[in-house]
């Protein structure tokens, strides 16, 4: 069974990365990019023998995400997909 | 319009950050977890009046993600979400 | 000219993926290690001519640490060489 | 005891995210800065008393470097200091 999930910075932390792609953008010629941020992302493949159903494998995955992925004082995480 | 794209290294390309937490998933008791592996994610504000149709967005992403988010030697690229 | 510069998580800031890692050491046997930290490192190349020696350069390379290369509100910086 | 090392791409590994902050130095006026590499630098506290000497203690991080820390084959790792 895999899983993605993506940790994102919160919207009022400074994410100066983002923000020197976003220039670096502009510099480039895309001036239609009017805003980048940069988070972390993770693809996960989980024993699907061992978890009871996706709500099970959900649960999991979002402990895992709060407790090793992410700070949760400064970021945010999101399970994107569960499946297969 | 936002789009949200994900940079992953290539499958064959060794990920120690990706095994490191694997390991730590295991002395943490989640058995469950076989596989981690760890890319990055972009959030990315476009200007909907300066791009004609989510085709032609998906196309300037593209162009981007090849350009400045990823290393195409080592690295795949996926839009995500193109929309709203 | 060539300068190096650390950019880490301020102390009381929540560092999971170093976390994740000193857990990995533990559980591949090696029990020394007690803590990591992980952090971003950069190798920047300034053009020597348009810098009146090393401590313009300093200056420079503090600004663009401050401005562009971390989140003063999480991170701390520090320039680790500048040389040659 | 404390250590630092750094981990970087290869000389022949391309950087898109060093590239974009150096596209963004030149959009916000610093024209002196030529080229910026990102990598990893992590900070690592190891027990003292189970490590004899400092010698004992870069052979045990140059393992860890290579095993946790890098992939050998894109990236290279340095430690920068051993000490206290």
Redesign the interface.
Known sequence: MKA?I???LKPD?????????Q??????G??????????????????AS??SGSEAAER?LAE?SA????????ENYRI?SVGE
């Open positions: 993605t993506c940790v994102t932390v400074l994410d100066p990365q983002g923000q020197a792609i220039k670096a953008c502009g510099s480039l895309y001036e239609q990019i009017q805003d980048v941020r940069q988070g972390k992302f993770f693809e996960i493949e989980l024993d061992a978890v999991l895992l407790k090793l992925l992410s700070n949760p004082v400064i994107l």
